[in-house]
């Protein structure tokens, strides 16, 4: 790095074109101060500052200057990240899409700076998980069931707890697009009501989705103690991993039966 650098060659200057290219706000401050204590000379030939004068004593006006100047470059970058920010709020807010791929349940139409989100086909899957996890279905269950009636992602994958757990969480299919820590109202996108996703919300926050139940060990595995072992011994579910394994295994010693996905075979039976 550059601090290393000096260090170990200890130069009598250290000199730069402008004071902001060797950074903004309070680390080109605390860079400065340790070239000083170094007794090395900073210089920035745009605004003509030079830290040190020639017996190596500190330039008291100068280093005001730097002071102010450097206050100055604070302000422009804290400026530019408003801008920025506003620019893109009014963006946001116009409907234009810039989040990349567009989420389960909606085409991107247009490009760039008119690229847009509708919806398609996929958001009758989109009601239907909304509405099954409402019901008391788990994120486990509603994915094996995609999964068994052969109905795959947006990326033409099974589906995984993760994977609709992230749908039940994403406000912009009760038509409230969140940005930063706000959300933008976009009645055009809705798919389900408010209410119901308001519901699940409320579902999540109490942690009764398949994932939790896993960890208190109530979820029911459809096979549990019904598969058998070369070794003889029954598999058990084990809803952490997502998968079912020999019961030996639990135990120092336990046979080599490879453990399965309790999606790959659950669905596989059905």
């Given at each position: 790095s550059?601090m290393k650098?000096?260090?170990?060659?200890k130069?009598?200057?250290?000199i730069?074109?402008e004071?902001s290219?060797?950074?903004?706000?309070?680390?080109?401050l605390?860079i400065?101060?340790q070239?000083?204590k170094?007794?090395?000379?900073?210089v920035?030939l745009?605004?003509?500052?030079?830290t040190l004068?020639?017996?190596?004593?500190?330039n008291?006006?100068?280093?005001l200057?730097?002071?102010?100047?450097?206050?100055?470059?604070?302000?422009e970058?804290e400026?530019?990240?408003y801008r920025?920010?506003s620019?893109?709020?009014?963006?946001?807010?116009?409907?234009?899409?810039?989040?990349?791929?567009?989420?389960?349940?909606?085409d991107i139409?247009g490009k760039?700076?008119s690229?847009?989100?509708?919806t398609?086909?996929?958001s009758?899957v989109v009601?239907d998980?909304?509405?099954?996890?409402?019901?008391?279905?788990?994120?486990?269950?509603?994915?094996?069931n995609?999964?068994g009636?052969?109905?795959?992602t947006k990326t033409?994958v099974q589906?995984?707890?993760?994977?609709i757990?992230?749908?039940?969480?994403?406000s912009?299919?009760?038509?409230?697009?969140?940005?930063?820590?706000?959300?933008?109202?976009?009645?055009?996108l809705?798919?389900?009501s408010e209410g119901?996703?308001l519901t699940?919300?409320?579902r999540?926050?109490k942690n009764?989705?398949?994932s939790?139940?896993n960890?208190?060990?109530?979820?029911q595995y459809?096979?549990?103690?019904?598969?058998?072992?070369a070794c003889?011994?029954h598999?058990?579910?084990q809803?952490?991993?997502n998968?079912?394994?020999c019961a030996?295994?639990?135990?120092?010693?336990?046979?080599?039966?490879?453990?399965?996905?309790?999606d790959?075979?659950?669905?596989e039976?059905?």
């Amino acid at each position: 790095s550059f601090m290393k650098y000096v260090e170990i060659h200890k130069p009598d200057y250290c000199i730069v074109s402008e004071l902001s290219r060797i950074g903004r706000s309070n680390l080109t401050l605390l860079i400065i101060e340790q070239l000083t204590k170094m007794k090395i000379c900073f210089v920035s030939l745009k605004e003509n500052l030079k830290t040190l004068n020639d017996d190596k004593t500190i330039n008291p006006s100068t280093q005001l200057l730097i002071d102010i100047l450097n206050g100055i470059n604070k302000f422009e970058l804290e400026t530019i990240k408003y801008r920025v920010k506003s620019g893109l709020h009014k963006t946001i807010s116009s409907g234009t899409w810039s989040g990349g791929n567009a989420p389960y349940g909606y085409d991107i139409i247009g490009k760039k700076s008119s690229a847009r989100l509708t919806t398609n086909d996929e958001s009758i899957v989109v009601q239907d998980i909304f509405q099954w996890y409402s019901e008391g279905w788990g994120t486990h269950k509603i994915a094996s069931n995609l999964n068994g009636s052969g109905i795959l992602t947006k990326t033409g994958v099974q589906w995984k707890d993760t994977s609709i757990n992230k749908i039940l969480n994403n406000s912009i299919y009760c038509g409230k697009r969140k940005w930063l820590k706000e959300f933008i109202d976009m009645p055009e996108l809705q798919i389900i009501s408010e209410g119901l996703f308001l519901t699940v919300k409320e579902r999540l926050k109490k942690n009764l989705n398949a994932s939790d139940l896993n960890k208190h060990n109530v979820y029911q595995y459809i096979l549990q103690g019904k598969i058998t072992c070369a070794c003889k011994k029954h598999f058990v579910g084990q809803g952490r991993h997502n998968i079912y394994m020999c019961a030996s295994k639990k135990y120092k010693g336990g046979c080599n039966t490879k453990s399965i996905k309790i999606d790959f075979l659950e669905n596989e039976i059905k």
